[in-house]
């Protein structure tokens, strides 16, 4: 595609980011770009008047080589979805420019990251915290739109814009869905067609389980039926199932002691793709 011709402008470094209009609206992304993006996007350009969204896989997030290395990467076709949705400003940098030297800082979340991805994946937020923090640092937005399918990034997120006082408004935008149900996410694509098939089981037995499942049962027996129903398709694996504050993230111990609005997590293995997913109780 012929960037000259269009109005949105792609930078590699951080002072092409020049020209902002009004409200800056941004939209972090590691690219391999789906409706679930673009429904951030959409939001953006609704509230904003200058458009930024990046790309940018970020390195210190991984704990995983390997899936860092396999983490789908579309950039022609990114660009021309992001140009069609009207964005102003697309940041694809390249590492040197993120981290010029390796970033050691440490972040404390406030026992949010001790749960569920954090536990799971160590060192996950930490590296979602520098980067995060480095890309408000050089796009300067005044809101930031964040998906609700990582649920606990998001909180995260809004806690370090707080400890920090980043001053970036942080908007949280619901799951995107495919027709059956299958949370949106870049790792979809590198499903394979059996697994593909299998997935949309995941979103099933959690919005089954939260009609039929609160003060049915014990939290504890919700998360282990929850689990079994999962595996009952033999294509899938559950890592986790937890039932945890939407607020706190901590685990719940009963129906009844939650502070906030409780929430189900679900991390599943479709053959070597990581799925997940969560939903209002
Ligand atoms: O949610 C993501 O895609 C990433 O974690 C983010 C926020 C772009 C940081 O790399």
Redesign the pocket.
């Known amino acids: 595609m012929n960037l000259k011709e269009t109005r949105m402008k792609l930078c590699r470094r951080a002072s092409e980011l020049a020209g902002y209009r009004g409200t800056v609206g941004f939209v972090?992304?590691?690219g391999a770009l789906h409706a679930g993006h673009l429904s951030l996007v959409g939001e953006c350009r609704k509230a904003c008047d200058t458009v930024v969204v990046?790309i940018?896989v970020?390195p210190t997030?991984f704990n995983d080589p390997k899936d860092l290395e396999n983490y789908p990467r579309t950039e022609e076709a990114d660009l021309a979805l992001l140009e069609a949705a009207g964005v102003d400003f697309v940041f694809a940098p390249p590492v040197e420019e993120i981290y010029p030297t390796p970033d050691t800082r440490m972040f404390d979340f406030g026992g949010l990251d001790g749960v569920m991805e954090g536990e799971h994946r160590p060192g996950h937020f930490n590296g979602?915290g520098q980067?995060?923090s480095r890309l408000f640092d050089i796009v300067k937005p005044d809101k930031a739109f964040?998906?609700e399918k990582?649920f606990q990034?998001l909180a995260i997120i809004r806690h370090m814009v707080r400890q920090l006082g980043l001053g970036v408004e942080i908007v949280g935008c619901p799951i995107v869905r495919d027709t059956d149900g299958l949370a949106r996410s870049s790792r979809n694509m590198l499903l394979t067609r059996e697994h593909r098939q299998a997935a949309p089981h995941i979103y099933e037995v959690l919005s089954d389980a939260v009609r039929s499942l609160r003060g049915a049962v014990s939290v504890a027996d919700a998360k282990r039926i929850i689990t079994e129903r999962i595996d009952a398709e033999p294509l899938l694996k559950t890592e986790y199932i937890e039932i945890a504050d939407a607020v706190t993230l901590q685990p719940a111990g009963s129906w009844g002691n939650a502070v906030g609005d409780l929430r189900c997590f679900a991390a599943v293995h479709a053959g070597n793709i990581r799925l997940i997913d969560n939903i209002a109780i």
């Open positions: 972090p992304t590691m990046s940018f970020n997030q979602v980067v995060v964040f998906g990582d990034q």
